[in-house]
């Protein structure tokens, strides 16, 4: 026998790789105007309004939606939930992008910042910018960086106790793809601590899980008298969704694991979806979605 039909035996032989456990679906933000709201998201960011199963107004861009519900006063702004924001690529060139929002009319919760600046009036190296948008009822859009193409929704980016255990949660739980090895090195930047932290993939969204200690460093205000993260139901990003295959048996695995069920599983009214809303790690809330019944 040939090489060739060697390794093409070889290649037969080998078994397929498994279906992963999840795919990123989406984030149900709260408003109290979501037709503004979606007006907002596509004029000043790419996505496009779609309608989320024959059901409500959406968006939808790079295969992730953003839902909306309807809410009659203004949702919570404070950081203090797991998700701390969204993110969408801002480019090769953060300072165009930048001043395009500007010129748009956008408000900044933080103005453009060089990452590298080291908080000594020095400035940075220039390489990489970010900057927090302000968006309606007050989610936090971070545009930084990235790849000359990427101007789509790019990241979640959430805080934890213990990030490297949360992150342990995600890979088992649901498949996520860690970047690179994470480190319990205690690290910080402007005396806001910033590690131990883990990046995680799941599709193209990257899911990054920095230390609370973070955001209490950052929003004192906000922070006094508490000292641990509350469940992001009624903030302005009010939780984040994976698809899956099959719902009953997702929901089974999760129930063997210890894993909190807080709803469902059900039917979306309106709709043919069927969801179920899990606790994960620092009282985050994940809706699981199936589709393809």
């Known amino acids: 026998m040939t090489l060739f039909l060697l390794l093409l035996a070889a290649l037969m032989q080998t078994p397929a790789p498994p279906a992963p456990l999840a795919h990123f679906h989406h984030l149900h933000l709260n408003s109290t105007d979501p037709a503004v709201a979606i007006a907002f998201y596509t004029s000043h960011l790419e996505s496009e309004k779609r309608k989320f199963a024959g059901g409500p107004d959406a968006l939808y861009d790079h295969n992730a939606w953003l839902l909306f519900n309807k809410v009659s006063a203004p949702p919570k702004r404070e950081v203090t939930s797991a998700i701390w924001h969204m993110g969408w690529g801002g480019g090769d060139n953060m300072q165009a992008t930048y001043q395009h929002q500007l010129d748009l009319g956008a408000k900044f919760f933080v103005p453009i910042t060089d990452i590298s600046d080291q908080c000594d009036g020095k400035g940075g190296n220039g390489r990489f910018w970010f900057a927090y948008l302000d968006a309606p009822d007050h989610a936090l859009i971070e545009l ?41 090195e205690v690290r910080s930047r402007c005396g806001r601590q ?35 993260l509350e469940a992001p139901a009624g903030h ?11 719902l009953d048996a997702t929901v089974a695995r999760l129930k063997a694991d210890n894993v909190k069920v807080l709803a469902g599983p ?10 179920a809303m899990i606790e994960g790690p620092d009282r985050i809330d994940i809706e699981l979605v199936e589709e393809n019944k």
Do not use: Q
Request: aromatic share 10%; hydrophobic share 45%.
């Open 144 to 184: 930084n960086t990235t790849a000359a193409t990427n101007h789509y929704f790019d990241h979640v980016h959430l805080l934890s106790e213990d990030a490297i255990a949360a992150s342990d949660w995600y890979v088992k739980e649901f498949g996520l793809m860690r970047r690179g090895t994470p480190s319990r």
């Open 194 to 228: 910033t590690a131990p932290a883990a990046s995680m993939m799941l599709d193209d969204v990257n899911i990054i899980i920095y230390p609370v200690g973070n955001a209490k460093a950052a929003f004192p205000d906000w922070w006094k008298d508490r000292t641990e």
């Open 236 to 246: 302005s990003i009010d939780h984040m969704a994976f698809s899956v295959a099959d």
């Open 266 to 275: 059900a039917k979306i009214p309106g709709t043919a979806v069927r969801s």
